[in-house]
């Protein structure tokens, strides 16, 4: 294998790298915002993980046309490249793509964490106009009673926490 093919496979690993390293940082920028209510920053933080996501596209797309695959494969799968390198280049392969697999392990971790604060969020706030709006669907009440069945008109003097 030529040795710029595999410059390039290695310059391309680390080029993903320091951009997954970026989306990391925006999913942490995005949970704080969520968590301060950022709606204006929220914003911002998403268009910068589209453009992060489209340079990280951009890279797997050349790596992809370097490694000469055929064409109805999709996936550029490390194995397959792994087989393509000498032995000797191998192992600095191998430390960049357990690199990039740990920074998308973390970024997973999070944008999970931030989808479960957006739908507790969103089920808060449903909750809430519900309660307002007199228009709740729960059958149960809570009382000092521990459980009482029974719907009453004003949902807000009926319900304690």
């Known amino acids: 294998m030529k040795d710029a093919i595999i410059e390039l496979y290695e310059k391309g690993l680390c080029e993903k790298i320091l951009l997954y390293d970026d989306l990391l ?51 550029l799968a490390p194995v397959l490249i792994m087989e393509r390198l000498p032995v000797n280049a191998r192992s600095k392969f191998y430390e960049l793509y357990h690199t990039l697999n740990k920074l998308k392990n973390e970024i997973d971790a999070i944008r999970k964490l931030n989808v479960r604060t957006v739908d507790h969020s969103l089920k808060f706030l449903d909750e809430i106009i519900s309660i307002i709006s ?20 004003n949902m807000i003097l009926s319900r304690e926490v």
């Open 25 to 75: 940082n925006c999913f942490k920028k995005e949970k704080e915002a969520l968590i301060n209510m950022d709606l204006d920053n929220l914003w911002n933080i998403s268009k910068e993980k589209d453009e992060l996501c489209l340079k990280i596209d951009s890279i797997r797309q050349k790596i992809f046309a370097a490694a000469h695959f055929e064409p109805g494969q999709r996936h």
């Open 134 to 153: 007199g228009q709740a669907r729960q059958d149960v009440i809570y009382n000092d009673r521990r459980r009482l069945n029974q719907s009453r008109s």
